[in-house]
């Protein structure tokens, strides 16, 4: 069995993993363009109210779950992930695209329903992807899975102040038509780049088992199905700060939205290291006990944001976050591949409606907690939201 080290330094020298990295660099850069835009770009270029901006959200949010699901079985069934990769992004370069030309509220949430909701399948295929030239290549797949969605989180660390300062300096249009081109970039380095990743033939060491063509949900256990329980809390929980903390900062503590970019972009920068590290860690330590942790790091960090009232205290806590979102984001993919290990795809994408499903939820529930009760109690409410996850896994964790 080869070593970590040795795992990483041939992954940092493999020209696929290198042109894969390329690849989820420019397609996260986009996104992270165009996710924490649209709020934004609805309210002021297409007038939209508050409602219509949630309903807009869950919409989109519904048609990506679906097609995730749908985009997740078939690419487990045809020859070539890349060509689905290439086709995903090409769709989320078209969505991008509908932001420069369409300002009516319904036609606009159609057709991004359709264009993000299979575009909106790239990450989990990339995650399978990542799996299977990771068995390929004979790479630590869980080290590896890490070290590229690392690369995502460098795209938040790029994209979100890349584009509040094209939409300053030249407008909404300027903006979108950049997260297009990264979109297209991306989608075209898979077409050309990415080496078709078959698994091992069936009966080589590390093999994936053959793929099935019955139920692609076969195998979902009740361990399982509890992680996903799980992983949901974790990401609603998620989404409910990335909606509070500017409001938390600017509204409850008057400090200026320029801290407030300073705070997300250290957590985001934070994150890398610690998904690289503890990636190579968690095959030795325990998946389930990584994800434990990550829920008792998640409740103390909350349980401790609504008595951060100053600038330092609020960057300090950024390293308790961005620990226990580095895990939350990485790992549990890899459980769900290790649990289906015929079914990258649709393992793959189970995570992803996770996310998504995570997000929706979140949404309504910082929104509401916030209407009511104020931003500084929507940690509270995370707090016990991430409490529950902790119980969950910490039952069914492995021993």
Not at 40 to 56: E, K, N, Q, Y
Not at 186 to 194: A, D, K, N, R, V
Request: glycine residues 10%; contains cysteine; neutral net charge.
């Amino acid at each position: 069995m080869y070593s970590t080290r040795t795992s990483g330094l041939r992954i940092f020298l493999d020209g696929a993993v290198t042109r894969l990295a390329t690849a989820t660099a420019a397609i996260g850069v986009g996104g992270a363009m165009v996710v924490p835009t649209v709020s934004l770009f609805l309210s002021d270029a297409v007038h939209a109210t508050p409602i219509m901006i949630g309903a807009f959200v869950a919409g989109r949010a519904v048609a990506e779950i679906s097609s995730d699901l749908a985009v997740g079985v078939l690419s487990d069934r045809v020859g070539s992930r890349r060509i689905v990769l290439g086709v995903c992004s090409m769709f989320a370069a078209a969505g991008a695209l509908s932001y420069l030309f369409l300002r009516d509220y319904w036609l606009l949430l159609a057709t991004t329903a359709v264009m993000f909701g299979i575009g909106g399948a790239t990450f989990p295929q990339l995650y399978a992807f990542t799996r299977e030239l990771a068995e390929q290549q004979g790479h630590n797949a869980t080290f590896f899975n890490s070290a590229l969605r690392s690369v995502t989180s460098l795209g938040w660390i790029v994209g979100p102040p890349l584009a509040f300062g094209l939409i300053a300096l030249r407008g909404f249009e300027t903006m979108y038509a950049v997260a297009a081109v990264l979109y297209f970039a991306g989608g075209l380095i898979c077409f050309l780049g990415l080496p078709d990743a078959a698994p091992r033939p069936v009966g080589e060491p590390g093999a994936a088992p053959e793929r099935r063509t019955g139920n692609p949900f076969a195998g979902l256990t009740p361990k399982v199905r509890v992680l996903l329980v799980a992983i949901v809390l974790l990401l609603a929980v998620n989404a409910m700060y990335q909606f509070d903390i500017a409001l938390y900062i600017t509204k409850d503590l008057g400090m200026d939205e320029g801290f407030t970019g300073l705070v997300l972009g250290l957590a985001s920068a934070l994150e890398i290291p610690a998904m690289v590290y503890i990636g190579a860690k968690a095959d030795r330590i325990g998946h389930w006990r990584v994800i434990t942790g990550a829920a008792a790091c998640a409740v103390l960090f909350f349980c401790a944001m609504p008595f951060a009232r100053t600038e330092l205290a609020l960057l300090l806590l950024q390293v308790p976050n961005a620990i226990w979102c580095a895990i939350a984001l990485s790992i549990p993919v890899t459980v769900l591949q290790n649990a289906m290990p015929d079914r990258p795809g649709v393992a793959s994408s189970l995570y992803s409606g996770a996310f998504k499903t995570g997000m929706f939820l979140g949404g309504i529930a910082a929104g509401s907690v916030a209407q009511y009760v104020g931003f500084t109690n929507v940690f509270w409410a995370c707090a016990a939201l991430s409490a529950l996850a902790f119980f969950a896994v910490a039952f069914w964790r492995e021993t």
